[in-house]
């Protein structure tokens, strides 16, 4: 049979129309999304789980290690909007007290206070502050802050305002700093307690024993004492154990002790138990010279202005009842300021008229190094060999002299280098011969009406010396161990003499523990007087 051609034949019938194909498409594809969907949720829901738990186990731990301070510093923190309006309410607190607005000044303080309590609350439990605890402080508080500040509390009276009360705080801090030092100064002039006692025990011996007098008598006229080929030394104080150290130190330090003389001078009070403990002690072959400043006749007021005026009237007015004046600084009263022991050292020549050379040292320092190469030290001709301090500007000569007098401004270089008293080498023979004495008692009668300096020695002597002074080496004299914490450890080490001026000295409780041991070394404390002394 013949078939037909393509265009007549009828069209094939499907079992399943194309409509119906398409939405069966339709499902399986919606299917299989609802699947993948679902499957996706069911994971994710099983990862989000430890994730929530982790994290609230983290914040458990971060609850139970809270830290107040760095909670306040979060700007997001409520303790830190707390805080700022703490602050903020204090200030209209004042503000508010000063216009007689106590019920207001009194509203803002009870704010405070809860504020105040739920911070502790939160310090106290480790935690967070809430939004629940925070929200009603926050609301009532910042109410009273608006309330303030439309109570006429505008920009200007309140930084007036703040401003008188920042100058008051000023005053106060500058009043307690003055007390404070008032306090440390009379702490610095007190005996310790083992000091006295030891004193006591000292003068008994003193005044009980004749071998002790007889035994001085004979030392007095050694000729040790005015022999120019030993290294002499010169010490005037009336504290023993300090001049102990000093002694003690020094001849440790020494390479041949024997070779050393040391001459002392105190006052009438100590001379018995100065006397007693020189001579009931060895001291390594070194010759030890107690003298009675009361034994120097020649210092009298008519040779002497420094005694003239210490003990005029007016000198001791300025010191004991110049208490309130605020122009005074305190360790101008210092009673050493108004001890003719302070000023004999301008008058070494005369004490000691058959010396050449003679090392001076302050009863404060600690020696470390042997000193006797500072008598072949080359002074070029000058008097006095000292240690610089214009390492720092404020120790130039305009720091302790006024060069608004033309007398000062005239003479003298207001940039000049400062030097130490403390450790100073003196060419006695140099010194006679400048009349350097005799410049002393000059600016002494220029200066009667302290208006080229207040009180103390170092100014006189920057007069007296200008010009004749030799800089030594820094290493041989470091200062500030008596109010300076942070002296460099290496330069102490390496220091001949360090100087303990200032108000901490090493023999009162006060001292700088860390620098007390460099003096405690050289106190013989197996001594059966200190021994006893130490428990009493």
């Not at 903020?88 to 105040?116: F, P």
């Not at 008032?182 to 003193?206: R, V």
């Amino acid at each position: 049979m013949r078939r037909r051609a393509a265009e007549y034949r009828r069209p094939v019938r499907r079992k399943l129309s194309c409509w119906i194909c398409s939405l069966l498409g339709i499902f399986l594809i919606a299917g299989f999304v609802l699947f993948v969907v679902h499957h996706h949720h069911d994971r994710q829901d099983h990862v989000e789980q430890p994730i929530l738990e982790r994290e609230s186990r983290n914040e458990e731990v971060v609850h139970e290690h809270l830290n107040l301070t760095q909670e306040i510093s979060s700007a997001n923190s409520y303790a830190r909007q707390l805080a700022e309006q703490m602050t903020l309410a204090k200030a209209y607190i004042v503000i508010a007290k000063e216009h007689n607005n106590l019920h207001l000044a009194w509203e803002l303080s009870s704010k405070i206070r809860s504020c105040q309590f739920l911070l502790s609350k939160a310090a106290m439990k480790e935690e967070p502050i809430s939004l629940d605890e925070a929200e009603p402080i926050i609301k009532s508080l910042s109410s009273l802050i608006f309330k303030a500040q439309d109570a006429h509390y505008d920009i200007a009276t309140t930084m007036m305002t703040m401003k008188s009360h920042i100058q008051a705080l000023e005053e106060r801090a500058n009043a307690a700093s003055v007390q404070s030092m008032m306090f440390g100064q009379l702490t610095a002039e007190s005996l310790p307690k083992n000091l006295h006692c030891l004193e006591i025990k000292l003068m008994s011996d003193w005044l009980t024993r004749k071998s002790l007098q007889d035994f001085a008598d004979e030392r007095r006229n050694s000729p040790r004492l005015v022999d120019n080929n030993l290294y002499h030394f010169c010490i005037f104080s009336d504290n023993l154990l300090a001049v102990s150290a000093v002694v003690n130190s020094t001849m440790s330090n020494a390479d041949h002790p024997k070779q050393l003389a040391f001459h002392i001078v105190t006052d009438a009070i100590h001379y018995g138990m100065m006397q007693a403990w020189f001579l009931n002690n060895d001291f390594k072959g070194s010759t030890v010279e107690v003298q009675n400043i009361e034994d120097l006749t020649w210092l009298n007021s008519s040779y002497s202005p420094a005694l003239k005026q210490l003990r005029e009237a007016d000198s001791r007015k300025y010191y004991f009842d110049g208490s309130e004046d605020a122009s005074i600084e305190p360790k101008f009263r210092n009673p050493k300021y108004i001890s003719l022991l302070n000023h004999l050292r301008f008058y070494i020549p005369e004490i000691y008229p058959q010396l050449e050379k003679i090392v001076f040292l302050d009863d404060d320092v600690v020696v470390q190094k042997d000193l006797t190469p500072l008598f072949s030290l080359e002074l070029h001709g000058n008097v006095n060999g000292a240690v610089e301090t214009c390492l720092e500007a404020f120790h130039r000569y305009y720091k302790y002299l006024n060069f608004s007098n033309p007398l000062i401004s005239s003479r003298f270089d207001p940039q000049a280098c400062g030097w130490a008293f403390g450790m100073n080498v003196f060419d006695l023979m140099a010194w006679r011969k400048a009349n350097v004495t005799a410049r002393y008692h000059y600016w002494l009668e220029q200066n009667a009406d302290r208006t080229l300096w207040k009180l103390g020695t170092l100014p006189p002597g920057l007069l007296a010396f200008y010009g004749l002074t030799e800089p030594l080496d820094r290493r041989w004299h470091v200062l500030g161990l008596g109010y300076d914490l942070n002296v460099d450890s290496r330069l102490i080490e390496s220091a001949a003499v360090v100087h303990f001026n200032g108000n901490m000295k090493p023999w009162l409780k006060l001292g700088i523990s860390k620098y007390r041991p460099l003096w405690e070394r050289y106190v013989n404390q197996t001594h059966p007087y200190l021994q006893d002394c130490a428990t009493h």
